[in-house]
């Protein structure tokens, strides 16, 4: 086995930010995420060989992540939530006032995503990931993601009960405010 | 204080593109709050256990070679 660069090594000291941030969002627990992330590095220095310089480490890095996180899971004897689940029950939150958004709800309303739509639309929406390369993260065709990250949205939406956003955005409501005034 | 005819224009086109564009993005609501949420998650600070993990791994394999 060759040695571990130092390059490899510092690349991996930057990506720990990224990594926890994914781990939490798919464990939403602060205690498990780090753990995973721990197994995630270890993985990540074994098998250093196996990545190819110049690719994307990071997805390389979220890949690893992933396949643990679903392996423990899966070792512990959870069922993965199946995305048409039974969810819709417990979908009742209260709405955003003033139609301003808490983040505490927010978090709320993504823990109550079932994990294959949480981590994709964390993957498109939040860590900056293409379609394909979220679809290659997560083993699955490109379509997959982009009708999971749409679910999820929708649902995101119902549970927060924001409705009809593209027509009722902030600018929208500014511009109707200031046109209003205006005239 | 009658000036106050700003960005009517601004406002319609960030409609469309919100309407057409990109549904994760800067005027979807569910886009903001997702990029803060993890926006937070990422600027934690990091447990100084993950650099001491990888010094640790670096002892436990063998020396890289000198050329």
């Known amino acids: 086995m060759t040695a571990v660069s130092q390059s490899f090594k510092t690349d991996l000291l930057g990506s720990i930010p990224s990594l926890r941030a994914f781990a939490v969002s798919l464990t939403q627990n602060a205690d498990k995420a780090d753990d995973l992330v721990q197994e995630t590095l270890v993985k990540a220095w074994d098998k250093h060989e196996s990545f190819q310089p110049g690719t994307n480490l990071k997805a390389w890095l979220f890949t690893i992540l992933r396949n643990e996180f679903y392996s423990q899971m899966r070792k512990r004897g959870r069922e993965v939530q199946d995305s048409d689940g039974i969810m819709t029950a417990r979908l009742a939150v209260h709405p955003a006032q003033h139609g301003q958004l808490d983040l505490k709800d927010f978090r709320g309303a993504l823990e109550q995503l079932p994990e294959d739509q949480r981590e994709a639309i964390i993957l498109i929406g939040a860590s900056g990931f293409s379609y394909e390369e979220a679809a290659e993260i997560c083993g699955c065709a490109v379509g997959t993601i982009k009708s999971r990250v749409s679910r999820a949205r929708t649902r995101l939406q119902e549970i927060l009960k924001i409705s009809g956003e593209d027509e009722y955005g902030p600018d929208a409501i500014s511009a109707q405010v200031t046109g209003s005034n205006a005239a | ?67």
């Open chain 2, 1 to 67: 204080m009658k000036n106050m005819t700003k960005d009517i224009t601004a406002g319609a086109a960030g409609r469309r593109r919100a309407a057409s564009g990109d549904p994760l993005g800067p005027n979807s609501e569910i886009g903001r709050k997702l990029k803060q949420y993890y926006d937070e998650l990422v600027s934690d600070h990091v447990p100084d256990r993950f650099a001491q993990l990888l010094s640790q791994l670096e002892r436990t394999e063998p020396a890289p070679k000198k050329d």
